[in-house]
């Protein structure tokens, strides 16, 4: 479990990849996220539909490889 505290309050908490695919709450926050997690909403943004985020490298590429 991860919890995120902005100024000692709590604005989320919750298992890793539910906690990471809160992108836009993190990077307010100043907190980065896995490269995997950034390419993710990189690629979605641009119109990529992957169907659920991902935070380690081997989730992005099976996500990928799913698209082919």
Same mark, same amino acid.
């Given at each position: 479990k991860?919890?995120?505290?902005?100024? !000692? &309050?709590?604005?989320?908490? !919750?298992?890793?990849? /539910?906690? #990471?695919? &809160?992108?836009?709450? %993190?990077k &307010?926050? !100043?907190?980065?996220?896995?490269r995997?997690?950034?390419?993710? #909403?990189?690629? &979605?943004?641009? !119109?990529?539909?992957?169907?659920?985020?991902?935070?380690?490298?081997?989730?992005?590429?099976? /996500? %990928?490889?799913?698209?082919?």
């Open positions: 991860i919890i995120v505290l902005d100024d !000692g &309050k709590v604005i989320t908490s !919750g298992p890793p990849k /539910e906690v #990471f695919s &809160k992108y836009e709450l %993190l &307010k926050a !100043g907190l980065s996220v896995p995997a997690t950034r390419l993710y #909403f990189m690629l &979605k943004e641009n !119109g990529i539909n992957i169907k659920q985020p991902t935070i380690t490298n081997e989730d992005l590429v099976n /996500e %990928l490889c799913q698209l082919l």
